[in-house]
């Protein structure tokens, strides 16, 4: 059996585990990111797993999350430590009535073919509770990863809870053709604001204004922002859902109304650099304009998660969510997915199709 480092489910059950017939495979992170991450700064290693206890599931992975905490946050970890983050698997033999076999759960199980854990018990590591997902078809399950999942309600409780955008009231979002920043947009059409976005290319802002009905959308990269702000949102911004930091963030916090709202939900311009980039100070635009300014992590709301989820579902069914999903292929491509992703290769939710 694989040294066991660190897991993110139920840990200890691991160490006491007798011999089974499954074999899981995982990765382990054994060297820090130093700009983009590498193939090599993690090993592949296999793992047998343990019989099941009354209360656990054994789980089958087929669709893994690559996200951009994960570059942010391994930082964090001790060295040698399992790969965190979301999945979407199958249920493949259970001993818990309430997680049948056959159904879908999204769990925080790191980057793993197969889990046993007891879904009732809070993972160690990680931020997802691990949820039975709910009948979606004809919609894949994939989206347990996306609008359905941790990304969704990043975008509803982001918006609701730190933004209280308000009908009528125009939103900017940078990031907007990404996971979280398009979910954002949406809900804020749904809401009656004017929303208006940046992202990284052409066809990316083409497609926030024609598919998901963004008023106007601006490639970052070639656009002078300023004068964008002005051509978008003539009546200045009253809310600012920050998905990427830096400079363009203090040009948008520079053209806000007084008393507007800031949701700082990442920033993930900076998360390769291995020197912080330097940014026009903002704290002017902060107190002459009155701003409220906030940082927010999604777990904050854990207790309210179904919540979100029902209310995502909810526009889903309605036809006011769309999404899109960049799908990298085979388990073995985890490390090409997550820097396509931090590339910008994604419009929507970056997943890995396991098989
Ligand atoms: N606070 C929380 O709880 C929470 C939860 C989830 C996500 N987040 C944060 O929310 C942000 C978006 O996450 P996501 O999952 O929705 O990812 P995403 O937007 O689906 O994917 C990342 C995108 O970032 C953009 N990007 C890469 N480098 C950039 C740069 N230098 N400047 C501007 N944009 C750049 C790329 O699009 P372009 O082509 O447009 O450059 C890329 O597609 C991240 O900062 C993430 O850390 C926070």
Redesign the pocket.
């Known amino acids: 059996m694989a040294k066991v480092i660190g897991l993110t489910c139920n840990a200890n059950r691991f160490y006491s585990a007798t011999a089974s017939k499954v074999k899981a495979r995982k990765y382990v992170l054994t060297k820090y990111f130093e700009g983009e991450p590498k193939k090599s700064d993690f090993q592949i290693v296999e793992e047998e797993l343990p019989e099941l206890k009354d209360g656990e599931i054994l789980t089958e992975a087929e669709f893994l999350s690559v996200?951009?905490?994960m570059r942010?946050y391994m930082i964090g970890y001790k060295l040698p430590t399992d790969m965190i983050g979301g999945q979407v698997a199958k249920i493949i033999a259970s001993r818990n009535k309430k997680f049948p076999e056959g159904k879908y759960v999204a769990g925080s199980f790191g980057w793993r073919t197969h889990t046993v854990c007891n879904p009732s018990v809070a993972p160690t590591i990680g931020f997802l509770p691990t949820t039975l997902l709910p009948d979606i078809s004809p919609h894949p399950v994939s989206l347990g990863l996306g609008v359905l999942g941790?990304?969704g309600n990043?975008a509803h409780f982001?918006l609701k809870e730190i933004c209280h955008a308000k009908p009528g009231e125009t939103i900017a979002i940078?990031?907007?053709?990404?996971?979280?920043?398009s979910h954002v947009g949406q809900i804020a059409k749904a809401l009656g604001c004017r929303v208006i976005g940046?992202?990284?290319?052409d066809d990316?802002c083409q497609y926030l204004e024609k598919d998901l009905g963004f008023d106007k959308a601006y490639n970052?990269?070639t656009a002078n922002i300023r004068n964008a702000l002005k051509d978008g949102a003539p009546n200045q911004v009253d809310c600012y859902f920050d998905?990427?930091?830096?400079e363009?963030s203090t040009t948008i916090m520079n053209y806000m109304n007084k008393y507007g709202r800031v949701a700082v939900?990442?920033?993930?311009?900076?998360?390769n650099d291995m020197k912080l980039p330097k940014v026009t100070i903002l704290q002017p635009a902060i107190v002459f304009k009155e701003l409220k300014v906030e940082?927010?992590?999604?777990?904050r709301w854990i207790d309210r998660w179904d919540e979100g989820i029902n209310a995502n579902l909810k526009l889903l069914r309605e036809g006011k969510l769309k999404y899109n999903e960049k799908i990298y292929h085979g388990f073995d491509n985890m490390v090409e997915a997550l820097v396509g992703?931090?590339?910008?290769?994604?419009?929507?939710?970056?997943i890995v199709k396991v098989k």
């Open positions: 996200d951009p905490y942010a941790m990304p990043t982001g940078t990031g907007a053709a990404g996971a979280v920043g940046f992202a990284g290319t990316k970052y990269k998905n990427v930091g830096g363009i939900c990442g920033s993930i311009s900076s998360y940082g927010f992590l999604v777990n992703m931090l590339r910008g290769e994604n419009t929507g939710k970056a």
